[in-house]
């Protein structure tokens, strides 16, 4: 699997903070800050090559977008489907919440394009709209058929919480098992995923049956001293301090999680979706 380049993403998440700087400080679903942001993806993955649809939907009067892109080679089934919600609350720019799962999936669908790995499952990326208003865009998608030929759907919400936890998702045995050997691999200890259950965009695909995965560095929870001593940081302080907030911005950023975190989503990339796909790193 690819090592990604964190600064390439750190380069998208520039781009969100200025997008939402001359947008009103927000990148909230249906504003536009939120339209920009989904421009600026669309553009990058139809540059490379990737058949991208924008998903409309009404909510509480008005409208907003789902962005699906679809990888052109491969085969047609069965389904790998990766997703982050592009949409930020109205309180701040949501450069951890949500533009770090964002940006990392970009940097990973930018990959896959240049190094165009024998896949054996087809490959599909979502950024999700109307997360903030209660995970709206991704049940919309469900609700109208996306879940059908979707085997595996990984979510990913805040990879980079300043304060970072490094949790994985436990709602199947062996979709977890892909993420914590990589962290075993980087001798990074894991903790099961409690936090969020229920809280993210996997939860509609969940209901209709898909498995589901992911990771997350933690959100308003309080770090513990056990946790602190594990994983570094500061015990008694929130995982993301800035969660919702005006200062969720590129300094709310801990560069060695949004790392790490990246890289075990390319690993699951390839040990879930790539044929002859060599190792553990
Ligand atoms: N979905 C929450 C949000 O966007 C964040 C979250 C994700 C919280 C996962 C807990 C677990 O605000
Ligand atoms: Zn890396
Ligand atoms: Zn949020
Ligand atoms: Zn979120």
Not at 42 to 71: C, D, M, P
Not at 124 to 146: C, D, F, H, P, T
Request: glycine share 10%; with cysteine; charged share 15%.
């Amino acid at each position: 699997a690819p090592d990604l380049s964190v600064s390439n993403i750190q380069a998208h998440l520039q781009q969100f903070q200025s997008i939402a700087n001359s947008n009103g400080g927000n990148r909230s679903s249906g504003s536009s800050g939120y339209t920009a942001s989904l421009n600026y993806v669309k553009n990058k993955l139809e540059a490379v090559g990737y058949t991208t649809q924008t998903q409309s939907f009404s909510y509480n009067g008005r409208t907003h977008y789902n962005l699906i892109a679809n990888w052109p080679s491969g085969p047609a089934s069965p389904t790998l489907m990766l997703g982050s919600h592009l949409d930020s609350v109205t309180a701040g720019p949501g450069i951890n919440d949500n533009g770090s799962g964002s940006a990392t999936l970009l940097e990973l669908a930018l990959n896959v394009a240049s190094l165009k790995p024998n896949l054996n499952k087809h490959l599909r990326l979502a950024w999700w709209g109307a997360e903030e208003l209660g995970l709206v865009g991704s049940r919309y998608y469900v609700q109208n058929g996306g879940a059908n030929g979707v085997d595996t759907y990984l979510n990913f919400d805040m990879t980079a919480s300043p304060n970072p936890g490094y949790f994985v998702y436990d709602d199947v045995p062996a979709i977890q098992k892909v993420f914590n050997d990589f962290y075993a691999s980087k001798n990074i200890p894991t903790e099961i995923e409690t936090e969020g259950d229920g809280r993210s965009d996997h939860t509609a695909f969940k209901n209709a049956g898909v498995k589901v995965g992911g990771v997350f560095t933690g959100a308003e929870t309080r770090k513990s001293s056990a946790q602190a001593a594990k994983w570094g940081g500061q015990a008694g302080q929130a995982f993301d301090r800035c969660y919702h907030s005006s200062c969720d911005t590129t300094s709310n950023i801990n560069v060695t999680a949004l790392d790490v975190n990246a890289d075990a989503i390319a690993n699951a990339v390839w040990k879930l979706g790539v044929s002859d796909a060599p190792s553990n790193d």
